[in-house]
């Protein structure tokens, strides 16, 4: 390990501040993005959002180590930098809120969708939410989930309330590995949802079949977690090479091939990975730039990963 004058604390307060090749624009940074970033309109809306985000799902949750919170600062500025907008985290996820409080602190919330969850089985969802709010250190909160569908007929109804007395912009529900597709179509299909989180990766393709033909059908944008099974895919395909072909969709590493593979379905509006790394966070949103698979390689993304 290399030894500096300066503490590793003190460098990564010189980073939260700002360096100035965090700020470059991406093209600067990556040679192998190009143009404008990607995104795509959440249905109700029209609204735009680039097609990566970040999760926060256990890479947020550090407690009060400060400087493993001035890490998770950094990875926002990063994300910030190269054109994300939507941080997804939930009350499940320990000190995750309160760490994205601090980079919405420290760093503005002029480019932040917020999307969390409400998760409990009793009565106190607005409660919760307000926490959530304090927490994050907003306004108000763009998007607000039912998490893994607890308690979703109390706490759906008084989402859509919130939603028409703007304390809250879009309203959605969320599963994931697969778990209660069935529940999840029946809501989908009698409730007017503008969002639905479900897990979707080259390996995990159930949601094809019903819920993403489905989410389009009715107007419901799709937010993609779990998108490298929590890191196990990556280290799965790592120990085998890039294809060639990659080249063809701007892919120069794993991470944006298979994130390309997600957020290349029309269905699909935004994928969150969640890394406390900066500069997996800058592999992830170069998937976000260039070409995009179509439905031929798409399949032969498939055939060539599952032939590993």
């Given at each position: 390990?290399?030894?500096?004058?300066?503490?590793?604390?003190?460098m990564?307060?010189?980073?939260?501040?700002?360096?100035?090749?965090?700020?470059?624009?991406?093209?600067?940074?990556?040679?192998?993005?190009?143009?404008?970033?990607?995104?795509?309109?959440?249905?109700?809306?029209?609204?735009?959002?680039?097609?990566?985000?970040?999760g926060?799902?256990?890479?947020?949750?550090?407690?009060?180590?400060?400087?493993?919170?001035?890490?998770?600062?950094?990875?926002m500025?990063?994300f910030f930098?190269?054109?994300?907008r939507?941080?997804?985290?939930?009350?499940?996820?320990?000190?995750?809120?309160?760490?994205?409080?601090?980079?919405?602190?420290?760093?503005?919330?002029?480019?932040?969708?917020?999307?969390?969850?409400?998760?409990?089985?009793?009565s106190?969802g607005?409660?919760q939410?307000?926490?959530?709010?304090?927490?994050?250190?907003?306004?108000?909160?763009d998007?607000?989930?039912?998490?893994?569908?607890?308690?979703?007929?109390?706490?759906?109804?008084?989402?859509?309330?919130?939603?028409?007395?703007?304390?809250?912009?879009?309203?959605?529900?969320?599963t994931?590995?697969?778990?209660?597709?069935?529940?999840?179509?029946?809501?989908?299909?009698?409730?007017?949802?503008?969002?639905?989180?479900?897990?979707?990766?080259?390996?995990?393709?159930e949601?094809?079949?019903?819920?993403?033909?489905?989410?389009?059908?009715?107007?419901?944008?799709?937010?993609?977690?779990?998108?490298?099974?929590?890191g196990?895919?990556?280290?799965?395909?790592?120990?085998?090479?890039?294809?060639?072909?990659?080249r063809?969709?701007?892919?120069?590493?794993w991470?944006?091939?298979?994130?390309?593979?997600?957020?290349?379905?029309?269905?699909?509006?935004?994928?969150?990975?969640?890394?406390?790394?900066?500069?997996?966070?800058?592999?992830?949103?170069?998937?976000?730039y260039?070409?995009?698979?179509?439905?031929?390689?798409?399949?032969?993304?498939?055939?060539?990963?599952?032939?590993?």
């Open positions: 390990m290399l030894r500096d004058p300066i503490s590793r604390r003190d990564l307060r010189l980073l939260v501040a700002g360096s100035a090749v965090a700020l470059l624009p991406p093209r600067a940074v990556h040679g192998q993005t190009r143009g404008q970033i990607l995104t795509r309109r959440i249905p109700s809306s029209k609204e735009e959002l680039p097609l990566v985000g970040l926060s799902w256990i890479t947020f949750n550090v407690g009060d180590d400060p400087v493993a919170r001035a890490e998770c600062v950094e990875v500025q990063a930098a190269h054109g994300g939507l941080i997804d985290s939930s009350p499940m996820y320990g000190s995750s809120q309160s760490v994205i409080g601090d980079g919405v602190s420290k760093l503005g919330a002029s480019r932040l969708f917020s999307a969390d969850k409400v998760w409990t089985g009793g106190e607005r409660a939410i307000a926490e959530t709010r304090r927490r994050w250190r907003v306004r108000n909160l998007l607000v989930q039912v998490h893994n569908l607890l308690n979703w007929k109390e706490h759906l109804p008084m989402l859509l309330e919130m939603k028409a007395a703007k304390q809250i912009r879009y309203v959605g529900i969320t994931s590995e697969g778990r209660r597709h069935r529940e999840i179509e029946q809501i989908m299909r009698s409730q007017p949802l503008d969002f639905v989180q479900v897990t979707y990766n080259v390996m995990d393709r949601v094809e079949s019903r819920i993403l033909p489905l989410a389009r059908e009715r107007g419901i944008a799709v937010i993609v977690n779990r998108p490298f099974r929590e196990a895919l990556i280290r799965d395909v790592a120990r085998h090479p890039l294809p060639g072909w990659a063809e969709i701007d892919a120069a590493n991470p944006q091939f298979l994130l390309k593979f997600i957020v290349s379905h029309p269905a699909v509006t935004c994928a969150i990975p969640a890394t406390s790394s900066v500069a997996h966070v800058r592999e992830n949103m170069g998937a976000s260039g070409r995009l698979p179509d439905e031929q390689i798409r399949r032969r993304m498939i055939a060539y990963v599952e032939g590993l």
